[in-house]
């Protein structure tokens, strides 16, 4: 449980940032909040001979309004969005994934940048942030770029992330006035990844659904955003064939490993429970 040697360097700046990681190559990890990392690391899954501390570049944290988005800085912690009233105005449903990962230790610590960038199924921003049709900034050697986050997941811990390239900043779109929404999360225990969860954002027009987009998470080796089963209810008043309809098209995308969250039927089965809760909580709360 203890670490091999590495050498630690901490810049002060987001260039000298890219540049060490450029330079050092893959022997080098960066830092954020260190949850993912640092354990691998304890257990000698991962035995990097760097790690670049991005704590020190003050213009990684923060959150501002931007028009008709929601600009958040990489480290910003899972804290920091529950202390945000910004962030309780404009995405509400940020603010209550937030209050499911693990413990208040952890969230202090957790940043949002280290939760969407290392591509583990099991982390809860992902699917929440392709539900909220979030857009990443990337920046690395050959300059910066934006990558959606439906684009951004390729596989388990494999991301569009480019060699020496760090995510510096997560834009989300601000969902229209009165919508609904819901983060529904299946865990064994407090501090636990989701045996399955869904992120529901919906509006509501003369008492139909008017838009819709759903999440998930931890049913597949990449975050989903569950297209067919927002179909399923969009122009309906959410009647029981509409909502079994949306379950079925989410369990179809579904593919959990069998571990000890349960077998593979189990998981599934509970993914479409976790889908059917948020879209009935979601409407609930739209006006």
């Known amino acids: ?10 810049p002060a700046s987001l260039a000298d940032a890219v540049k060490l990681l450029s330079d050092l190559g893959e022997d080098a990890r960066p830092l954020a909040g260190g949850h993912s990392l640092v ?7 991962a035995s990097p001979a760097h790690l670049v501390d991005l704590h020190g570049i003050a213009g990684l944290k923060g959150i501002r309004r931007d028009g008709n988005n929601l600009v958040i800085g990489a480290m910003t912690t899972q804290h920091d969005l ?34 969407v960038a290392n591509g ?34 390729q596989g388990a811990y494999f991301t569009a992330l480019e060699p020496g390239e760090i995510l510096t900043a997560v834009s989300v779109s601000v969902p229209a006035a009165g919508h609904g929404y819901a983060y529904e999360k299946l865990k064994r225990k407090v501090g636990d990844y989701a045996t399955a969860a869904a992120a529901v954002v919906l509006t509501m027009a003369g008492g139909k659904v008017a838009s819709c987009a759903i999440g998930l998470t931890n049913v597949h080796e990449t975050p989903l ?14 009647d029981a064939a509409a909502l079994k309809n949306a379950a079925a098209a989410a ?33 609930s709360r739209a006006r």
């Open 120 to 153: 583990d199924p099991g982390n809860d921003m992902p699917a929440l942030m392709m539900t909220l049709d979030a857009t990443y900034r990337l920046e690395g050697p050959g300059g910066a770029r934006e990558v959606k986050a439906v684009d951004f997941y």
């Open 251 to 283: 369990q179809a995308i579904m593919s959990p490993a069998a571990d000890a969250r349960g077998p593979v039927e189990y998981r599934k089965h509970v993914g479409g429970i976790m889908v059917t809760r948020a879209l009935q909580r979601a409407a």
């Open 82 to 115: 529950l202390a945000s009233e910004e962030v309780a105005r404009s995405v509400p449903i940020l603010h209550e994934a937030a209050l499911l990962i693990a413990d208040p230790q952890v969230r202090y610590r957790g940043t949002i940048g280290g939760n």
């Open 225 to 238: 955003l569950a297209a067919d089963a927002a179909k399923a209810v969009i122009g309906t008043s959410f």
């Open 39 to 45: 354990p691998m690391m304890k257990l000698r899954l």
């Open 1 to 10: 449980m203890i670490p091999g040697s590495f050498s630690y360097h901490r």
